[in-house]
């Protein structure tokens, strides 16, 4: 057996953990170099193709097929040389097998860039060639995602390139007319309908650009500074180190692209740090694993999947961000108070008393901080947006001139701190470092993060450019930051290395981006087989059917089935491609059924839905790779860390039903205050309801507490469910008197109609449509304005025209459909109400458990 297989797993570095659980090789020698060279070179490739230099130079400008195809070139390639065969492969080497197979498959995906023109002159037409090289970039493609992602995603491809194939033997509902082999190779291979689609693409352009940007931010120290200062800042509370594990592990959660490699990085230290304060192995890990897996979910920088939306969904990444950032930060929050209540049940005290503050000072000096974040912010916004116009044609030298002062004074604020010291989980826990120095002495990590969310959020740039200048910065500050801080330093105790160590640092970073990029490439390339497959037959509407039927046009059973279904491909599939598979299929069904029974679900909203439970992969036993490599690290029972990690995931499995019917979570037209109001109201929602899910709140819940915290929680989350059962929402008028009813109506009152007839595939069913009212002075304008025209036959009311371009063309609206029902607004007071009696109920608990607790204390 050899030595990466035999070393204990206690005295293994984080890439030699991280390559065990995920089943990679580390070979020596020269395919150690070989393929460190190819995972630069991909880097580098990715960064030419996201930068100007291309179109400023005149060379190397290439279209999205082209970058595609090279892209999963080299996703290939390093898949037969990392990945091993099985099992008992060699770990410290590549069998000359797996090169061939590898250049080959590479060979496979580079025939369309350097076939492109002569297959562009020529769609749809297949030559001997383009057939070949199809039948063998197909399996070989699936082999590479059994090696790097196991069997369970080649299987469903597989499932769908046979259901392709054998459509006409398919039975009653399943069938259809089939499709040949030359063109399902053609559609899977050589067009951009398949593999080399928009989950590829997506891949190429955005997600490539943030695991790099995510592996250079790690690779110049940010991971290390973001746990020190999560440590100085909580260490001393009650569990500190889980409280510290949580913040850190989402600081990193932020720019890192895998949730495996986040749980190795910051888990060899802050889990032990945790079982030092008396947490079981189990929960230590799982306590890393649910804050680890949860930065995917966190803005500005998300997981792969969140990449993907913005061409499945059609809208800005920075309007995603906005829709996602309530859902995380709630979860995040309740997270750490998880983690609160369960040092509270083991009894567990604070680490240094001595630091600890009375509540009151901690909320002024957290206001203080948030109030010095906002001004700041504000300074830079407008200060910017002044010098600007200012500096005219010369504002991208001077932006760079102000960077490079600003980049220069934080670290000489940073040369007049101590460096950090280095990670040790074997340190006592009686000293906890200082949080003031710490802060100061890693300032400049943060520089390229507000570039990068600056391009996001105020320059509006596409995610991949906004990773790339964020990148740019980095490479600055890993190639200069070591010299720098030597030649800053007044001491001369420290040493922090020369340029030589910075131009390493900016390779090793380089080369990890690729390595942890593998794995995501060759997931959106398989997972393209599956849309391929959906578009070629449209067996999506089968299932929408099928899904249909087995949910019995009950909503939350569609919802529920889509988590449970979501859950089940978590146990074999990443998140990325989990999220691919389940959007495509269910993502249009949810939103018919939800029209059909009269709710109305935004489109990002299902999108999320999914996104959320396609995180729990790397949870969900027994397969959860996180659980497992936390385990590795706390020495703990893999599945038993794996369950308590998805017991502590309920919290992000209970928000997704939650916005799907209470979409203003996802802050969709609401005001700026009333965001802070559903913020506020939310976090204690979701605050109570860990509670209950957790069994304590001041005391031990006895369990008519819980049902009581548990209803009060649904009722803050979502008033409106009670105010709709005492109350209709909408008054029904006759379609036949749609102007009359229109009369009255202000601008921007919502209008609901229930229509029949036939959909856009010509399919009969029911569903209701949401308009705004628009401006008109009479019944008759507002009714033209939202471009229908109606007339009456045998007592119905049916549509005659739909005006290209209008709001009734944008929802759905055809020529000849029934208006079954017209409702408005009815008048009835706000939802808000019903949170008064769910917080009265809340104060009954509280006064049940203060009064059992002093009655304890009395008896103690």
Request: net charge negative; hydrophobic share 55%.
């Amino acid at each position: 057996m050899d030595n990466a297989i035999s070393t204990p797993k206690a005295d293994l570095s984080a890439e030699e953990l991280i390559a065990q659980d995920v089943g990679a090789r580390l070979p020596t020698g020269i395919m150690e170099k070989a393929i460190a060279g190819l995972a630069l070179f991909w880097s580098l490739f990715q960064l030419w193709i996201a930068s100007p230099l291309p179109f400023i130079v005149g060379f190397g400008v290439l279209n999205d097929t082209e970058t595609r195809a090279i892209h999963l070139g080299f996703a290939l390639l390093l898949a037969f040389l990392v990945f091993p065969a099985f099992k008992r492969s060699p770990r410290d080497r590549v069998p000359v097998s797996d090169m061939m197979l590898g250049l080959v498959a590479c060979a496979s995906s580079l025939y369309l860039f350097v076939m492109y023109q002569a297959l562009a002159q020529r769609p749809g037409s297949l030559t001997t060639e383009d057939f070949v090289t199809a039948l063998i970039g197909l399996p070989l493609l699936l082999e590479a995602a059994r090696r790097v992602l196991g069997p369970a995603l080649p299987v469903i491809a597989l499932v769908f390139i046979g259901y392709s194939l054998a459509g006409p033997w398919m039975p009653g509902l399943l069938s259809h007319r089939g499709v040949q082999l030359d063109a399902l190779a053609n559609h899977q291979w050589i067009t951009t309908e398949g593999v080399f689609g928009i989950a590829l693409g997506v891949s190429t352009s955005f997600v490539f650009l943030f695991v790099l940007f995510g592996a250079l931010l790690e690779r110049a120290g940010a991971g290390h500074y973001f746990i020190q200062l999560a440590f100085s800042l909580l260490g001393h509370l009650r569990g500190g180190p889980a409280k510290a594990a949580v913040v850190a592990s989402g600081l990193t959660g932020l720019i890192s692209g895998s949730s495996i490699a986040n749980v190795v990085t910051t888990g060899t230290f802050t889990i032990p740090m945790m079982r030092k304060v008396g947490f079981s192995p189990e929960k230590a890990g799982a306590v890393e694993v649910a804050s680890s897996v949860n930065g995917q979910i966190m803005p500005p920088v998300m997981g792969a999947a969140a990449f993907l939306m913005v061409e499945y969904v059609g809208i800005p990444y920075v309007e995603i961000i906005k829709h996602a950032f309530l859902p995380a930060a709630i979860s995040y929050i309740a997270l750490l108070y998880i983690v609160h209540l369960e040092a509270l049940k083991l009894g567990m005290q604070p680490i240094d008393a001595a630091r600890s503050k009375p509540w009151l000072a901690r909320l002024t000096g957290f206001a203080f901080g948030a109030a010095l974040v906002s001004g700041l912010s504000m300074a830079v916004y407008y200060g910017l947006g002044w010098l600007k116009p200012a500096l005219g044609e010369f504002v991208l030298p001077g932006m760079a001139m102000i960077l490079a002062v600003v980049y220069l004074g934080l670290l000489k604020v940073a040369a007049s701190n101590d460096p950090l010291p280095a990670e040790d989980p074997d340190a006592p826990l009686d000293q906890l470092p200082d949080t003031r120095a710490v802060l100061l002495s890693g300032l400049h990590y943060l520089l390229p993060v507000v570039v990068l969310v600056w391009c996001l959020m105020v320059e509006r740039l596409s995610p991949g450019l906004s990773a790339f200048w964020g990148s740019m910065i980095l490479v600055v500050i890993v190639l200069t930051q070591r010299p720098l801080l030597s030649w800053m330093r007044n001491d001369n105790k420290h040493d922090h290395g020369t340029f030589k160590d910075g131009i390493i640092d900016l390779r090793e970073g380089l080369i990890a981006g690729a390595r942890n990029m593998i794995g995501i490439g060759i997931a959106t390339a398989t997972a393209g087989i599956i849309v391929g497959a959906v578009s070629q037959t449209g067996v999506g509407l089968v299932l929408a059917d099928l899904v249909e039927m087995l949910s019995m046009g009950n909503l939350l059973l569609m919802l529920m089935l889509t988590a449970l279904l979501s859950l089940i491909l978590g146990m074999g599939l990443p998140t990325t491609a989990n999220y691919i598979v389940v959007s495509s299929l269910l993502a249009p069904v949810i939103v018919t059924l939800g029209q059909q029974h009269g709710l109305i679900v935004p489109l990002i909203a299902v999108h999320l839905f999914v996104f959320y439970f396609g995180i729990m992969a790397d949870v969900t036993p027994p397969v959860g790779l996180a659980s497992f490599a936390a385990a590795a690290v706390s020495k703990g029972d893999p599945i038993k860390t794996g369950l308590t990690a998805f017991y502590y995931s309920l919290r992000t499995a209970a928000l997704p039903f939650l916005f799907i019917f209470n979409t203003d979570l996802l802050l969709i037209d609401v005001s700026v205050g009333q965001g802070i109001v559903i913020f506020i109201v939310s976090t204690i929602a979701m605050l109570i309801f860990a509670s209950a899910t957790q069994g304590w709140f001041l005391t031990r819940n006895r369990w008519y507490e819980n049902v009581l915290l548990l209803l009060v929680a649904f009722t803050l989350f979502r008033p409106g469910y009670w105010v709709d059962l005492a109350i209709d929402p909408y008054e029904s008028s006759n379609p036949a008197q749609l102007v009359q009813t229109l009369e009255p109506l202000d601008e921007g009152s919502i209008l609901r109609m229930r229509i029949s007839g036939e959909d856009a595939v010509g399919k009969m069913r029911e569903f209701s449509v949401l308009m705004e009212v628009p401006a008109g002075e009479t019944g008759q304008d507002k009714l033209d304005a939202l471009g229908i025209e109606t007339y009456q036959q045998d007592g119905q009311t049916l549509i005659d025209i739909v005006s290209f371009a209008s709001p009734a063309e944008a929802v759905g609206l055809q020529f000849d459909q029934q208006i079954v029902d017209v409702r408005t607004p009815a008048e009835r007071f706000r939802k808000e109400w019903m949170w008064i009696p769910a917080l009265l109920l809340f104060g009954l608990v509280v006064w049940m458990q203060r009064r059992r607790v002093s009655l304890s204390a009395v008896a103690a």
